[in-house]
């Protein structure tokens, strides 16, 4: 009597161990900022970094700001 207790509680520890496995399994990634902000050398507006003008090192919102920094410099 003793053992099939015990072994009730092996199978139910083991079923429960498998579904602790697959709700961790199944969990969504965590969704982490896949875009960086970066601010603009000319008017200081933060934009994702995917949709930045990059001239060298300097950041820029967009192709005007970049070339107005370039004909003041
Ligand atoms: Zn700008």
Known sequence: M???ILILLVIGYLIWRWFRAREQ???PPEIR?????VQC???HTLIPESESTKVG???YCSEEHAKHHQ???
């Not at 900022?33 to 902000?37: I, M, S």
């Open 33 to 37: 900022p896949a875009t960086q902000l």
């Open 57 to 59: 090192q300097r950041v």
């Open 2 to 4: 003793l053992i099939r």
């Open 41 to 43: 050398n000319h008017c």
């Open 71 to 73: 004909d003041v410099s």
């Open 25 to 27: 399994s199944t969990k």
